[in-house]
């Protein structure tokens, strides 16, 4: 079974900075898909970025529109963590975002995996 640890949420300006990241056991993370998801209240999941698994040597990156150009994905392996930097951050992007597995993305948007992690509260004020 995946587990899956989130950290680095919390309260931020409007305009600011922040970065998650995604813990796994030692090697695994190279094998799967990561997304990261988020869920603001009352809304349903929306998926934010994918990254492919290092396995999958023609998958791309992808992010939904809502946060293209201001957040990026990234893998270290050595670490066996993914990233999720958000910069120019906006009250829109307030929710609780979730590190999830699959076996690949599941397309821009979308929030389809098989693994999940406890999730990170990210608040953004005015």
Do not use: H
Not at 3 to 26: F, I, P
Not at 45 to 64: H, L, M
Not at 81 to 99: H, I, R, S
């Amino acid at each position: 079974q995946l587990q899956l640890v989130e950290s680095g949420g919390g309260l931020v300006q409007t305009g600011g900075s922040l970065r998650l990241s995604c813990a796994a056991s030692a090697n695994t993370l190279d094998f799967y898909a990561i997304g990261w998801v988020r869920q603001a209240p009352g809304k349903e999941r929306e998926g934010v970025s994918c990254i492919p698994s290092i396995v999958n040597t023609g998958g791309v990156t992808d992010y939904a529109d809502s946060v293209k150009g201001r957040f990026i994905i990234s893998r270290d392996r050595a670490k066996s963590t993914v990233y999720l930097q958000m910069n120019n951050l906006k009250p829109e992007d307030t929710a609780v975002y979730y590190c999830a597995a699959a076996w690949g993305c599941p397309g821009p948007g979308l929030a389809e995996y098989d693994y999940w992690g406890q999730g990170t509260r990210v608040t953004v004020e005015t």
